[in-house]
């Protein structure tokens, strides 16, 4: 649950984008994400997360960019920089060793088992699932960008699909290596 919350200010940056404007739906996302870490800092066994950081830095540095920059960009143009900067967190989290799904794992799984080398690969895997999904939305978001003509609905379907296939696979990975593991004895 706590890797889909982190996924909240995107959630907000969307909805508020499609009533409310971009640049708006950028302070949101920057809002929410902000309210995330104080949450994470004020809970006890709980500590701010390279995602929900890296989630702040990007919506407010784009909220900012769109208020003094002065940017005429589509709604896709928004999307495509929120989600490349989406997937340059992951991928950052990926190549620093500290694939972001760790931290939320290690608040579910027994401290005896964090520098386990399994638990290290599964969290490997699953991050780089999600690095594939937002991939997936990046390529999506470019096309609508510079195939105006594509409906819309397109990259709303791709996009679903991505997150789909991503949160499926993180509940079904891991089940999938504690099977395995059962079986091994």
Request: hydrophobic residues 60%; charged residues 15%.
């Amino acid at each position: 649950m706590g890797i889909l919350l982190a996924f909240a200010p995107f959630i907000v940056f969307a909805v508020v984008d499609r009533f409310g404007g971009s640049t708006i739906a950028l302070f949101a996302g920057a809002a929410v994400s902000a309210a995330l870490i104080v949450r994470d800092l004020a809970s006890s066994g709980r500590s701010p997360k390279i995602l929900e950081i890296g989630t702040l830095i990007l919506f407010a540095a784009l909220a900012v960019y769109a208020v003094v920059g002065d940017p005429h960009w589509s709604i896709f143009g928004v999307r495509l920089a929120v989600d490349a900067g989406l997937l340059a967190i992951v991928l950052i989290s990926i190549a620093v060793r500290v694939p972001f799904t760790m931290q939320y794992a290690r608040e579910q799984v027994a401290p005896e088992f964090w520098n386990h080398p399994r638990f290290r690969r599964v969290n490997d895997i699953i991050s780089a699932g999600w690095a594939a999904a937002f991939a997936v939305m990046v390529a999506a978001d470019a096309v609508l960008v510079y195939v105006p003509a594509l409906p819309p609905v397109y990259g709303i379907v791709v996009t679903v699909l991505a997150l789909y296939v991503a949160i499926r696979f993180t509940a079904w990975y891991p089940a999938r290596v504690r099977r395995e593991q059962a079986a091994a004895g």
